[in-house]
């Protein structure tokens, strides 16, 4: 069955499967959050990201935000890899010719069997605009943040 099949997530991908009234499930922070995934942190990469919302309003596609507590856990990195760091740098690299990142870790909690908790929230139905402006992705963008906001205030 193709329910759960894993697609592209480039524009064209993600609009064709909304045409088809297929929802889509985007991982928003994807290869950058997955490189500055530490444990006991929850640093999204999200201010950003503007298109998944451009492309909702585009299709009148509600936004449900949903969260996993406890992924940062599973892993742990081998070394730091800030942002300048020479490790980073080449991860970088490897991202942008790959299409994916590369973080290097030692499995953290899987051998202990860390639990995670995914939560929905509510959601957030936007309206159907063909060429949204600026203003409004970021209106929709702030909203979407504030439903986030509330699975962690929980």
């Known amino acids: 069955s193709d329910v759960y099949k894993r697609q592209d997530s480039n524009r064209s991908t993600i609009k064709t499967l909304l045409d ?3 929802s889509v499930g985007i991982v928003v922070g994807g290869a950058d959050e997955a ?3 530490r444990p006991h942190t929850a640093d999204l990469t999200l201010e950003t990201r503007l298109g998944f919302v451009r492309i909702a309003l585009e299709h009148g596609a509600a936004l449900i935000p949903v969260y996993t507590f406890g ?6 990195p081998m070394w730091p890899n800030p942002p300048e760091s020479l490790l980073r740098r080449t991860q970088d690299v490897l991202k942008q010719a790959l299409g994916y990142s590369l973080p290097i870790v030692l499995p953290g909690n899987i051998m202990a069997h860390q639990e995670l908790h995914t939560v929905v929230g509510r ?6 605009i063909d060429e949204p402006t600026l203003e ?3 209106h929709w963008h702030q909203q979407y943040v504030g439903r986030l906001q509330e699975l962690f205030d929980k």
């Not at 992924?71 to 742990?76: A, G, I, K, S, V």
């Not at 959601?123 to 159907?128: E, G, K, R, T």
């Open 35 to 37: 490189l500055n995934a």
């Open 20 to 22: 088809s009234d297929t």
């Open 71 to 76: 992924e940062n856990e599973l892993f742990t």
């Open 136 to 138: 409004e992705v970021l």
């Open 123 to 128: 959601p957030l139905l936007v309206p159907q």
